[in-house]
């Protein structure tokens, strides 16, 4: 699996498992800024599942939230 292909089911991923809450640009995850403040907790989980997934593709998180 190249790179690239890797990235494409990443961000096919995140949209099924996050929908909203997140956004994938170039490879960086991107949380909502506002879904934070709403629920922490739930968005922690949610990034945590992100960042392992992306592990398993051999991919380096880079998880910065949104706005900044």
Avoid: H, W
Avoid at 18 to 47: L, P, S, Y
């Amino acid at each position: 699996m190249t790179l690239e292909q890797r990235v494409e089911a990443l961000e096919k991923t995140v949209k099924v498992l996050a929908g909203r809450d997140f956004a994938v640009d170039g490879g960086r995850v991107f949380i909502n800024e506002a879904f934070i403040q709403e629920g922490a907790t739930k968005a922690a989980r949610k990034q945590a599942a992100i960042c392992f997934y992306m592990l398993s593709l051999g991919i380096k998180p880079d998880v910065t939230p949104s706005g900044y």
